[in-house]
């Protein structure tokens, strides 16, 4: 279990045998009220929170985004490989064959990032199907771009001490087209790269992706229970849309910390 994991989540004591858990606000997602990234991570920081994620950091000039997180006193835990052209559907090239010199440039301008923020982590976004394509006719060139995308990622990751994410989204409610769409493919897929630093990240709320305390399928008591019994010491990543703003969402995150003092 990696950064982001539970991006929605939910509050549990914590007892003193346990470990504290770790939240990073995802500032693509949070704090969207607000236009600017470095006024998002003021912002995380006015809340509480010690660390952030972005998706896609790259409109903002990272001299900019590193004054705010050292005014702040915030870690940047997490940022995203550059989606493509998201205007003719893109959303990652890391699976789409034929795109393998992009992903590359991708990769090296958020590894520019991620090593002027001292971020450890780069969710290496696979891409979707093809408009037009049927899903199990290419679900095999597709796996295969897949894998040898992700172990060259890894080897350029690796010399700099970054580990590589990624991340099944569901093609039910959020992503029809998405190329990762579950669990099972995901860890599949890891197996097959055979590459220490390239792990998985997942996201929840079922089915609304709403803040941990609304009306969902998953009761984050539990699971933070159970985070802190295995000893989980990465983020936990809040990648949610608040119901109302963002700090009136987050009743939960404050009962957490409250509790777990």
């Known amino acids: 279990m990696n950064a982001g994991m539970f991006p929605s989540t939910g509050s549990a004591p914590c007892d003193s045998n346990?470990?504290?858990?770790?939240?990073?606000?995802?500032?693509s997602w949070l704090y969207t009220e607000l236009p600017d990234l470095t006024?998002?991570?003021?912002?995380?920081?006015?809340?509480?929170?010690?660390?952030?994620?972005a998706a896609w950091p790259y409109d903002t000039k990272i001299e900019h985004i590193q004054r705010a997180r050292n005014d702040n006193g915030v870690k940047v835990v997490l940022i995203n490989t550059p989606p493509g052209d998201m205007k003719a559907g893109d959303l990652?090239?890391?699976?789409?064959?034929?795109?393998?010199?992009?992903?590359?440039?991708?990769l090296q301008?958020?590894?520019k990032y991620a090593n002027a923020l001292d971020c450890k982590r780069i969710h290496l976004m696979a891409g979707r199907v093809p408009?037009?394509?049927?899903?199990?006719?290419?679900?095999?060139?597709?796996?295969?771009?897949?894998?040898?995308?992700?172990?060259?990622a890894a080897d350029v990751l690796m010399k700099e001490g970054v580990?590589?994410?990624?991340?099944?989204i569901n093609t039910r409610i959020t992503d029809p087209r998405y190329f990762l769409d579950?669990?099972?493919?995901?860890?599949?897929?890891?197996?097959?790269?055979?590459?220490?630093?390239?792990?998985?990240?997942?996201?929840a709320q079922v089915p609304g992706r709403n803040e941990p305390d609304s009306a969902g399928e998953l009761k984050y008591q539990y699971l933070f229970s159970l985070l802190e019994s295995m000893g989980y010491t990465e983020y936990i990543g809040c990648e949610y849309k608040p119901l109302g703003s963002t700090?009136?969402?987050?009743?939960?995150?404050?009962?957490?910390?409250?509790?777990?003092?």
Request: proline fraction near 4%.
């Open 131 to 152: 408009v037009g394509s049927d899903r199990a006719e290419v679900a095999s060139e597709m796996e295969s771009t897949f894998v040898q995308n992700l172990q060259y």
């Open 163 to 168: 580990t590589g994410l990624i991340e099944p």
């Open 182 to 203: 579950s669990p099972h493919h995901a860890a599949a897929v890891i197996e097959k790269v055979g590459k220490p630093n390239i792990k998985l990240q997942m996201i």
């Open 109 to 111: 301008l958020a590894l």
């Open 92 to 106: 990652g090239l890391a699976a789409v064959p034929g795109r393998e010199a992009e992903f590359r440039q991708g």
């Open 39 to 53: 006024q998002r991570i003021c912002a995380a920081a006015s809340d509480g929170f010690k660390a952030v994620e």
């Open 247 to 261: 700090s009136e969402s987050l009743g939960w995150f404050r009962d957490y910390m409250t509790a777990s003092k």
């Open 18 to 27: 346990m470990s504290r858990l770790k939240f990073c606000a995802n500032i």
